[in-house]
């Protein structure tokens, strides 16, 4: 990744020339552009992956984290602006599906320049009722156990009080706006659908995947082997399926 750029600070790779496909990539809740660093490196070829940096952490990290998702895709619109034009994708993990996917309904609905392709990863269909235990107001304690359990939360934040402390905010505004979704239906979407997961992901089962293809007339599910974080193993895979359905 490259220095941070002010002009573009939902880009802090910056934005790459003209004749490549750009894959926006959205982070799952608490993480910053950063997760999506090996993807960068390993990406080549005509694909050129663009983390997104939402507010609230890294070099936004004075800025005030949304903690619901449509004021954090109408804020998304605007400041990736021109960016959303030419060749270019969207990938979503966890929380990040769900604003992937919400953003490219409300490019539809404008008549905007749509992305060729909406990659999915790691969350139930956004349509499905949300049954599970809702973590965004637990204790600190419970909240950071649920998130070790999941994969989470690196261990040297559960062994450093300090940083935990620091952290569990920015986690607690993710997690609302991923808790307090209410679906609206609304028409298929224009663009092919992927969604992806683990085989043995707690928060996402695979009815719950399958689930997306309902929303899309084109779409198809890949699955790998692993829990909510199986795409930490599966990355080349992952990306080698990006390759092939953006190709076609």
Known sequence: ????????????????????????????????????????????????????????????????????VESLVEAAIEGLGDALTGDFAFFGHSVGALTAYLLTRRLAERGATLPKHLFVSGRAAPQLPDTRLQLRALPDERLAAELHALGGLPDVLRRERELLAMFLPLMRADLAVNETYRHVPGEPLPVPLTVFGGDRDPRADLDELAAWLELATDSTMVTYPGGHFYLEQHRPALLDVIHRKLRR
């Open 1 to 68: 990744m490259t220095a941070p750029s002010t002009a573009r600070p939902w880009l802090p790779g910056g934005l790459p020339p003209g004749g490549v496909t750009r894959l926006f990539c959205f982070p799952h809740a608490g993480a910053s552009a950063a997760v999506y660093r090996d993807w960068v490196l390993a990406a080549g070829g005509e694909l050129v992956v663009l983390p997104v940096q939402l507010p609230g952490r890294a070099e936004r990290g004075r800025e005030t984290p949304h903690e619901d």
